[in-house]
Structure formats: C-alpha cells, structure tokens
C-alpha cells in the first residue's frame, strides 16, 4: 500500500537524519490516513512527524504535536513515552511522572518496551 510506502520512506530518513525530508513523507502519510479515516493509523503517523520534528531541533513544535496527538488519541504508546522524557530534560518532573505513568498503567501495551534492556 501507498502509505505503507510512504511511512518506509520517512523511517530510513529519520534513521539517516534527513528529518525535514522524514517530516514530509510521515504528513504524506497522515493525509493519506486521514483521507481514509484511519484515525487510530493517523495517531501514529502524526507521532512519527514528531520525532521528525524533535530531531530537526523543532522541539517545542514536537512537544504540541505529541500533545496534540495525546489529545486526540490518548492510547499512543510512544508519544507518552517522549513527552514524559521531554518534559522530564524540562524539570517538569510532575508531569513527567503522570505522563509516563498513564503509559504503563492505562495502556495495553504499556511501558514495558521501554524497561526491557533486551528489546
């Protein structure tokens, strides 16, 4: 499929740091979710454009889209796991804590990718 194409595309992007040209292909990919109405597969396609924008050095612009992703599907592993990180290097270590929290305790997958040294 098309968006699966895409989304390939921005991850070896993103693993090469090339992030402006990440961030094009994962918005690609978002509209192409959102044509569809895809909206759980739009969630993480939007967090993918964060961790573009985090490692292009836009990070509060990434910090308000894992927020806004958060807002609008709060059940996204991964944006829990980088927002609390994110607020964590910000000394905002309440939210941190509630952020990181909500990921281990209210989501089925939970945190424990992010505890297992082997994965």
Same mark, same amino acid.
């Given at each position: 499929?098309? $968006?699966?194409?895409?989304?390939?595309?921005? *991850?070896?992007?993103?693993?090469?740091?090339? =992030?402006?040209? %990440?961030?094009?292909? =994962?918005?690609?990919?978002?509209?192409?979710?959102? /044509?569809?109405?895809?909206?759980?597969?739009?969630?993480?396609?939007?967090?993918?454009?964060?961790?573009?924008?985090?490692?292009?050095?836009? /990070?509060?612009?990434?910090?308000?889209?894992?927020?806004?992703?958060? /807002?609008? *599907?709060? =059940?996204?592993?991964?944006?829990?796991?980088?927002? %609390?990180?994110?607020?964590?290097? *910000?000394?905002?270590?309440?939210?941190?804590?509630?952020?990181?929290?909500?990921? $281990?305790?209210?989501? *089925?997958?939970? $945190? /424990?990718? =992010?505890?297992?040294?082997?994965?």
């Amino acid at each position: 499929e098309v $968006c699966e194409l895409v989304t390939f595309r921005g *991850d070896a992007l993103l693993h090469l740091g090339r =992030y402006s040209e %990440a961030l094009e292909e =994962y918005e690609a990919a978002t509209q192409i979710l959102t /044509r569809k109405k895809l909206f759980r597969l739009m969630s993480l396609s939007r967090t993918n454009e964060a961790f573009a924008l985090f490692g292009g050095g836009n /990070r509060q612009v990434a910090i308000q889209t894992f927020q806004t992703v958060l /807002r609008q *599907d709060p =059940y996204v592993t991964d944006a829990h796991a980088a927002l %609390a990180a994110l607020y964590w290097a *910000d000394g905002n270590i309440a939210a941190a804590e509630e952020t990181w929290s909500f990921a $281990c305790e209210k989501i *089925d997958t939970g $945190c /424990r990718q =992010y505890t297992d040294l082997e994965w």
